[in-house]
């Protein structure tokens, strides 16, 4: 027997192994006989985050007598999340780490587009990293110089409020090369199931750095179902070349619609 004293739980491990030989069909598990003191100290590692900490103090569970259930059932199914609840829990967690029990881990959040956030949502992460128990944050844009949203007349760079920005660390990044973006055709290319032989990957290259990595991306689809009706097992130059007639990445919408203007409705 494997007994949790103080989360009262019991399991059975098994059947002791000199039993074994006397039945010939058994579905038991056969364990040794424990030997020595029969207690003994087990440490248990469990990996949970803060927000299954939340859900589970603002659903607690009560006891099994008839009031505590008729309780429960009135109870609404959804509970919210307090601030209140929140300090608590992270005074608990904070009392762990300090006597040993426990362990922080930091997490990653990843907020992509972060220019669509408002002041208020700025103002709140702002507060939010101070806190010592704060996640490893990523924000990621492609905005330059714009209005920070909630705002009338406020520009700043990224569209994130300076004094957010001075708190951050800016990751610099450099424009793909023909040679990565052939690289990462290919990679993309073997994903899909999709065969490209080297000419075909050289001129997509050619094709995204004269466009966009992500316009070059969405040809193999069609050039690979051209190929097919073409009956051969691999895309080719030829295919590359007639499906990037057919459509027109943003760029070359864009300049279109700028030079025949006069020709669309307004």
Same mark, same amino acid.
């Given at each position: 027997m494997s007994i949790e004293f103080l989360l009262k739980y019991f399991q059975r491990q098994g059947r002791s192994d000199s039993y074994a030989t006397e039945f010939d069909l058994e579905a038991e598990?056969?364990? @040794? *006989? @424990?030997?020595?003191d029969v207690h003994k100290k087990k440490e248990v590692i469990q990996d949970v985050t803060l927000h299954d900490l939340d859900i589970a103090n603002a659903r607690p569970q009560g006891g099994q007598d008839i009031m505590s259930m008729m309780g429960q059932l009135m109870k609404p199914k959804k509970t919210e999340i307090t601030d209140k609840l929140r300090k608590e829990i992270n005074k608990v967690v904070n009392k762990?780490?300090?006597?040993?029990? /426990?362990e922080l881990v @930091?997490?990653? *959040?990843?907020?992509?587009e972060v220019h669509m956030l408002d002041i208020e949502c700025f103002t709140y992460l702002h507060r939010a990293l101070e806190s010592t128990i704060a996640p490893i944050v990523i924000f990621a844009t492609n905005r330059g110089k714009c209005t +920070?949203?909630?705002t009338e007349d406020i520009v700043a760079p990224h569209g994130i409020p300076l004094d957010l920005l001075d708190r951050v660390m800016i990751i610099r990044t450099l424009p793909y090369s023909e040679e990565e973006m052939v690289q990462i055709l290919k990679i993309r290319a073997t994903t899909e199931n999709i065969t490209l032989d080297e000419d075909s990957a050289l001129s997509l290259g050619k094709i995204g750095v004269q466009t966009t990595l992500r316009y070059s991306v969405q040809l193999l689809t069609p050039s690979n179902l051209l190929a097919r009706i073409n009956g051969k097992? /691999? +895309?080719?130059?030829?295919?590359?070349?007639? +499906?990037?007639? *057919?459509?027109?990445?943003a760029k070359a919408s864009a300049k279109i619609l700028a030079e025949q203007e006069d020709?669309?409705?307004?």
């Open positions: 598990e056969y364990v @040794p *006989l @424990p030997k020595g762990y780490i300090d006597q040993g029990i /426990a @930091p997490g990653v *959040l990843f907020i992509d +920070i949203r909630g097992d /691999a +895309i080719s130059k030829e295919e590359i070349e007639e +499906i990037n007639k *057919l459509f027109y990445d020709k669309y409705m307004k």
